[in-house]
């Protein structure tokens, strides 16, 4: 079993960064695929973006490529989310996840273990 704890998050300007960070403890952190998903009022949790094991291999949601990078260090047990050029539409809780299996996707039901989330707002 891995737990992972997000920070991070806060209240920014459009147009501005925030790195989250997400520290992972218990079982191997580099036997699992990580992913990001964030979750607005109203809205279903969505996919952000995620990084294999290695961290050979990113992908991202068309809604942040171009702004945000994944990426980890296996050696601190850590997986960052870099935000550039924040928009209002941002705005959500952010989660990191942790994916046991062969292949990694961004389906959030294929993830095994999850944190508690950190809440970004982006204001206009």
């Known amino acids: 079993q891995v737990q992972l704890v997000e920070s991070g998050g806060g209240l920014v300007q459009a147009g501005t960064s925030l790195r989250l960070s997400c520290a992972a403890s218990g079982r191997a952190f580099r036997a699992y695929h990580m992913g990001w998903f964030r979750q607005a009022p109203g809205k279903e949790r969505e996919f952000v973006a995620f990084i294999t094991r290695s961290a050979i291999s990113v992908t991202y949601a068309d809604s942040v490529k171009g702004r945000f990078t994944i990426s980890r260090d296996n050696a601190k047990n850590t997986v960052y989310l870099q935000m550039n050029s924040l928009k209002p539409e941002d705005t959500a809780i952010y989660y990191c996840?942790?994916?046991?299996?062969?292949?990694?996707?961004?389906?959030?039901?294929?993830?095994?273990?999850w944190g508690q989330g950190t809440q970004v707002t982006v204001s206009s």
């Open positions: 996840a942790a994916e046991a299996g062969v292949t990694v996707t961004r389906a959030a039901s294929e993830y095994d273990y």
